[in-house]
């Protein structure tokens, strides 16, 4: 999903629904938002359902009639300031760098010719 703008127009939620025991009670510390594969390869978590809810949507499983509701979505800003010093000298040095490559590409080459011979017994007067 990509947003144009950061409003909730119609907020939804994608939900994997797995019945049996996550081992939640046991005290070992793990989260809510992720199920150890292990779980579900031993079959001690099992698929039920895949739904898409919108606010206020809900869907009851069989056959206990367990509920499982979307209420909402609460809007929250991540907001990072952060200073980097060492952009403005990568700044300078690429518009260096730049005027260097115009300027090599704009000035005119010159050529010089040099003549080599064979040194001479006589001294150069």
Same mark, same amino acid.
């Given at each position: 999903?990509?947003?144009?703008?950061?409003?909730?127009?119609?907020?939804?939620?994608?939900?994997?629904?797995?019945?049996?025991?996550?081992?939640?009670?046991?005290?070992?510390?793990?989260s809510l938002?992720?199920?150890?594969?292990?779980?579900?390869? /031993?079959?001690?978590?099992?698929?039920?359902?895949?739904?898409?809810?919108?606010?206020?949507? /809900?869907?009851?499983?069989?056959?206990?009639?367990?509920?499982?509701?979307?209420?909402?979505?609460?809007?929250?800003?991540?907001? /990072?300031?952060?200073?980097?010093?060492? /952009?403005?000298?990568?700044?300078?040095?690429?518009?260096?760098?730049?005027?260097?490559?115009?300027?090599?590409?704009?000035?005119?080459?010159?050529?010089?010719?040099?003549?080599?011979?064979?040194?001479?017994?006589?001294?150069?007067?």
């Amino acid at each position: 999903m990509s947003s144009r703008f950061p409003a909730l127009d119609a907020p939804a939620v994608a939900v994997d629904i797995y019945r049996g025991d996550t081992g939640l009670d046991t005290g070992r510390p793990q989260s809510l938002f992720s199920l150890d594969p292990r779980l579900i390869d /031993q079959g001690r978590l099992t698929k039920e359902k895949r739904v898409n809810l919108r606010a206020g949507e /809900q869907v009851r499983l069989d056959p206990d009639g367990t509920t499982v509701r979307f209420d909402g979505a609460v809007p929250f800003v991540n907001l /990072q300031v952060s200073h980097d010093p060492g /952009q403005t000298w990568v700044l300078v040095f690429a518009v260096t760098m730049m005027a260097g490559l115009l300027v090599s590409l704009l000035v005119r080459r010159r050529r010089v010719w040099v003549r080599i011979t064979p040194a001479t017994d006589t001294p150069v007067r």
